[in-house]
């Protein structure tokens, strides 16, 4: 008994001295706040910022608002990220803060806690700043997320010779996309898995919980969609960089999430029309069945420097199934088949970088409507998430740029650049061109200007609505005026810009620009009048828009 004591307790004492420094030497905890705070002013002229009823949204004003929409705003954002880290396991919460300048949809401050109506915000504010301020309950949490080595030495599974770290929870998302808004970009829940196989090979694997189902006996028709996205990147060589991308999408019926992003409807069709009501404080009623849509991404990016030259195309392939309900009852099942092909081209000599872009995903045809019983085929590109940042940098008025916030179309999601590579379900064309020179290291003078046109013809007499984009006119009934699309020229902007790094991590960026809109912008608006008929439909000639924007910046 003795000698089984004893061969113990030197067991005990050498695992004890095995494993003993290694806890007496754990580094200690240590937490960290970085973040940025913005303060940002925007004029604009012939861009409404809200949606008003039957009018084409936050561009072109309604009619009975006049000739021309103009305003003049500021705001505020503050995002700040908490990051608690012992040795390679870190803890991470972001928290966002967006607020207007001066009273508006509700006097947040007003007390005892009422929100009281006044009108509306600017698109993208939690709430206004009133007088004397103490606003309530507008704090957004954008990520919460832990970051652990999952493979490797010190991991979860320290058998695996193979580095990998994960992260669990509300996230960015990571290692997919060298430009934005392409394919899956902004935030998501879920899991990233990156893994270093070799010092020139990694990869990147993310499982993205778009909605969940958890008990549809409580909340009827409760959705339960996910993506999957895998990308591994190849450094060929010093200067040549391949990655090859695979995306799989399921949507249980839509998304029913922030801004419906990724499944924005078109062609007067809204994929998101079954989402459940939900009123606080009872069951949620249910709403509509099917509309599952099934994707899948196969494509990917390259990057390739050779001395002053670089070239970075994009090419993804975008192939699944669509339900969707047939006007005449029953559902139809409508393929996808659609690409996004993009590419830049650059040259840098010294202080200045000249650089140029090309982007075009296909079209159909104005008549094509997929709720017909032969449904066609659905050849308009979504991606998973664009994260409201396609072509950002390369435009300010089709996408918001210096004041991310104030932009072309941002009410309606299958129009606007910034999530929709696809104008509606007529494609896009845009080609661009930008210049920066570097003054000094801390002034720079950038140009752009773009181009843009749509694949195939807008039928310019439709009406759009933020839910289900352009519906061409006398589509329900079959009779269409101009039997097919009439314009494709969407408009060329241009834009002057000016960032100054005056102070240690403070930016002053301003920018002013100008769109000359083309006659594919040209919609239905209501009340008819204003000289707005043409051939009996109150067609309206779209407006040229101007902006000017100015952003001091603070990062910490």
């Known amino acids: 008994m003795r000698s089984s004591a004893r061969v113990i307790l030197a067991i005990l004492i050498i695992l004890g001295a095995a494993v003993g420094p290694s806890f007496a030497q754990a580094p200690a905890p240590k937490v960290t706040i970085n973040g940025l705070v913005d303060f940002v002013t925007t004029a604009y002229m012939g861009m409404a910022q809200q949606s008003q009823t039957g009018a084409i949204g936050p561009n072109q004003p309604d009619v009975s608002l006049g000739n021309a929409k ?30 207007q300048n001066g009273a508006s949809n509700f006097n947040a401050s007003s007390q005892p806690g009422s929100l009281t109506t006044v009108g509306p915000t600017h698109t993208g504010q939690s709430a206004p700043f009133d007088l004397d301020t103490d606003v309530q309950g507008a704090v957004e949490t954008k990520w919460l997320y832990l970051e652990t080595p999952v493979t490797g030495p010190g991991s979860l599974l320290s058998f695996i010779p193979f580095t990998t770290i994960g992260r669990f929870g509300g996230q960015p998302f990571r290692g997919h ?44 028709n409760q959705k339960d969609s996910f993506a999957i996205v895998g990308s591994v990147e190849f450094e060929v060589f010093k200067g040549l960089t391949i990655k090859p991308t695979y995306a799989y999408g399921f949507w249980d019926g839509g998304n029913c999430g922030t801004a419906n992003l990724g499944t924005v409807g078109w062609g007067g069709y809204n994929p998101n029309s079954n989402c459940p ?43 699944g199934e669509q339900e969707v309900p047939s006007r005449g ?81 941002v009410n309606r999601g299958g129009m606007t650049l910034r999530e929709s590579a696809s104008y509606d379900k007529y494609g896009r064309i845009f080609a661009a061109l930008a210049v920066d020179y570097s003054l000094t290291p ?49 408009g060329n902007e241009w834009v002057g810009r000016l960032t100054y790094r005056f102070a240690p991590n403070v930016v002053f960026d301003m920018a002013l620009s100008a769109l000359i809109t083309g006659d594919a912008l040209n919609l239905q608006r209501t009340p008819a009048g204003f000289g707005c008929v043409t051939d009996g439909v109150a067609t309206c000639q779209s407006r040229n828009v101007y902006k000017a924007s100015a952003r001091m910046r603070v990062t910490f």
């Open 70 to 99: 103009h305003g003049w705003y500021s705001r505020e954002r503050g995002v700040f990220t908490i990051t608690g880290e012992i040795g390679r396991v870190k803890g991470v919460w972001a928290v966002e803060l967006d607020f």
């Open 177 to 220: 996309d060298y430009k934005p808004g392409v394919l899956a970009s902004g935030d998501f829940p879920g899991v990233t898995l990156e893994t270093r196989w070799a010092p020139n090979v990694r990869s990147t694997l993310s499982f993205v919980q778009i909605s969940e189902q958890l008990d549809r006996f409580i909340a009827p």
């Open 277 to 319: 009501a939900v009123t606080a404080g009872s069951v949620a009623a249910p709403g509509g069945v099917g509309r599952n849509i099934t994707r899948h991404y196969l494509g990917g990016d390259v990057r390739w420097t050779m001395g002053p030259f670089s070239v970075q195309p994009t090419l993804i392939y975008l192939l």
């Open 329 to 409: 009852g029953g559902v139809n099942d409508v393929d996808i088949r659609s690409f996004l092909f993009d590419t830049i081209a650059g040259f840098r000599t010294g202080p200045l970088l000249i650089e140029a872009r090309i982007a075009y995903t296909p079209g159909v045809d104005a008549n094509q409507d997929i709720q017909n019983g032969g449904g066609g085929t659905i050849r308009t590109y979504r991606p998973i998430n664009p994260g409201f940042n396609y072509m950002n940098g390369w435009s300010e008025i089709w996408k918001s740029g210096i004041d991310y916030q104030s932009g072309l179309l």
């Open 442 to 490: 801390a002034v720079t003078l950038t140009g752009i200007t773009n181009l843009s046109w749509t694949d195939t013809a807008v039928d310019t007499k439709g009406t759009s609505a933020a839910a289900t984009g352009i519906t061409p006119s006398g589509i329900t009934t079959g009779g269409n005026p101009f039997t097919g699309g009439k314009e494709r020229y969407l």
